[in-house]
């Protein structure tokens, strides 16, 4: 069974402070996807990084997927309350079109 | 920007009844999926859809469960009868091609709860 672990599961930090979330599994994905979700919304795509040591900006945001293709990050710069939500990553294990979900990160920044 | 729409918002039902959940996908998309989300849980993958037929389905998706495309654009997810355990949100979510590289866009869900 394939599985994605995200850490930390909850972060809360000041506006203007930098954080970098992570997304660790042992098995190796075609292709990352990276998903903010707001309360009572469905997740929205922020990122997809395909190839292994991908490293992917926008805006303040920075997304990497491991040369292994096992594990992906995200880091924010200078983060603001608009960034608050939970952060998801989901990853193709290849030769389906399912996304595994990783556990997610629930991110609160505080003006 | 084009979206996925799911209706309804929020259904309730009593156990044993049967429940048809709506979604209109992104007009030139091809692939079709439903999620769930268990409250405090993950999201978890149900099905893929193409060309008129499932492509995967994960062991949630029993006997209870059926997908349809009844027409041009609407996709739905029918719960034949239903259980107090499938109170949860439902994803559906589409993507223009099948690929590793081709991202699935989601609806906002559908709010299910079984009495």
Known sequence: ?111 | EPEVTQTPSHQVTQMGQEVILRCVPISNHLYFYWYRQILGQKVEFLVSFYNNEISEKSEIFDDQFSVERPDGSNFTLKIRSTKLEDSAMYFCASSEERGSNQPQHFGDGTRLSIL
Not at chain 1, 34 to 49: K, S
Not at chain 1, 57 to 80: C, E, M, P, W, Y
Request: some cysteine; hydrophobic content about 35%; overall charge negative.
């Open chain 1, 1 to 111: 069974t394939q599985l994605l672990e995200q850490s930390p599961q909850f972060l809360s930090i000041q506006e203007g402070e930098n954080l970098t979330v992570y997304c660790n599994s042992s098995s190796v994905f075609s292709s990352l996807q990276w998903y903010r979700q707001e309360p009572g919304e469905g997740p929205v795509l922020l990122v997809t990084v395909v190839t292994g040591g991908e490293v992917k900006k926008l805006k303040r945001l920075t997304f990497q997927f491991g040369d292994a293709r096992k594990d992906s990050s995200l880091h924010i710069t200078a983060a603001q309350p608009g960034d608050t939500g939970l952060y998801l990553c989901a990853g193709d294990p290849g030769a389906t079109n399912k996304l595994i979900f990783g556990t997610g990160t629930l991110l609160a920044v505080q003006p």
